[in-house]
């Protein structure tokens, strides 16, 4: 676990997705810090994230040692994924065996520089959405009242495929919502059109000059999505915060959403290796709450098809 300085430090030079320990150890696990590189244990699978803190300096040196380092943890794991900016050239310990590499823009955390943005398009929207007879309210309880729970049913059935891990990614993303409302410096805001709930996000003043925007939901109505983030837009800028984090992308729909807000890759692209133990299963090598969710998964898929 992080001691309390360690999550003093965290909120003093974090930056990226990877580094908000308060809200991704619901779905990674335990968070520690390891030659200052937050790495995250769920009782199967470590994950290392190689992006380093901001009073830290970067370096593919660091990052190979604390890899070699998890080996020697007295806490046993299946397999090792490190999540970074450097790819890994060889194995961490000759126990494990590469199973899994990617990279790709989707994965990248696409930020704002709120200080040097240009207000106007926040302004172009708030017009817009005026015009389209669309209303922003930051909702202070952050709770979740019917009309919530069937926007977000309709927007996990809108979005679900025969792809797998798309599938189980949008699990993972609506297991997440209520733990991440309520936290610390989280914030909702519900728009509507009329009196219709059509939509809602969820940012978090995640670091001293850092927000994410980790959550946003609609029903598709037009100009919602672009309202939503200028709402949020507009809060952090009252909060003095300088960098706006989009986080990572679930589709190229969102992606592209955000780079028409002028959204970039600051720590750019990561990679992403995995490396497992021999003889482990390949469904514990994934998340805590896809392994939960696999099982059930696939014998929801094998009774569709008997039907």
Not at 4 to 17: A, D, F, K, P, V
Request: hydrophobic letters at 40%; one cysteine or more; aromatic letters at 12%.
């Amino acid at each position: 676990m992080l001691s309390r300085s360690q999550e003093n430090r965290l909120w003093r030079h974090g930056l990226t997705y990877l580094h908000d320990a308060a809200s991704l150890k619901i779905l990674l696990g335990e968070p520690t810090l390891l030659n200052g590189l937050l790495c995250y244990h769920d009782g199967r699978v470590v994950t290392l994230c190689g992006y380093p803190l901001r009073d830290e300096v970067p370096g593919p040196d660091s990052y190979e040692l604390a890899a070699r380092s998890l080996m020697t943890d007295v806490q046993p794991f299946e397999a090792l994924a490190l999540v970074g900016p450097w790819r890994m050239e060889s194995l961490p310990d000759k126990e494990l065996v590469s199973c899994m590499e990617s990279s790709s823009r989707l994965l990248a955390d696409l930020f704002l520089t709120l200080d040097d943005y240009s207000f106007r398009n926040i302004r172009a929207f708030k017009q817009a959405r005026r015009r389209e007879g669309l209303r922003t309210v930051v909702d202070r309880e952050r709770g979740f009242s019917a009309h919530h729970l069937r926007l977000l049913e309709h927007f996990l059935a809108s979005r679900w495929s025969e792809d797998l891990e798309s599938n189980l990614n949008l699990m993972e993303y609506a297991v997440s919502l209520w733990p991440l409302a309520a936290l610390r410096q989280a914030e909702m805001i519900n728009i509507y059109e009329g009196s219709r709930l059509c939509g809602f996000s969820i940012w978090r003043h995640a670091f001293r000059d850092v927000g994410i925007g980790s959550f946003i939901m609609t029903d598709g109505t037009p100009y919602a999505s672009d309202a939503l983030v200028s709402a949020s837009l507009e809060s952090a800028r009252r909060r003095n915060i300088s960098f706006f984090n989009l986080a990572p992308s679930l589709s190229y729909g969102q992606y592209r959403f955000k780079v028409k807000w002028k959204a970039y890759p600051l720590v750019g692209v990561p990679v992403i290796q995995v490396f497992a133990r021999e003889g482990a299963r390949l469904e514990n090598l994934r998340s805590y709450w896809t392994r939960l969710f696999f099982p059930l998964y696939l014998k929801g898929r094998e009774t569709g098809r008997d039907n």
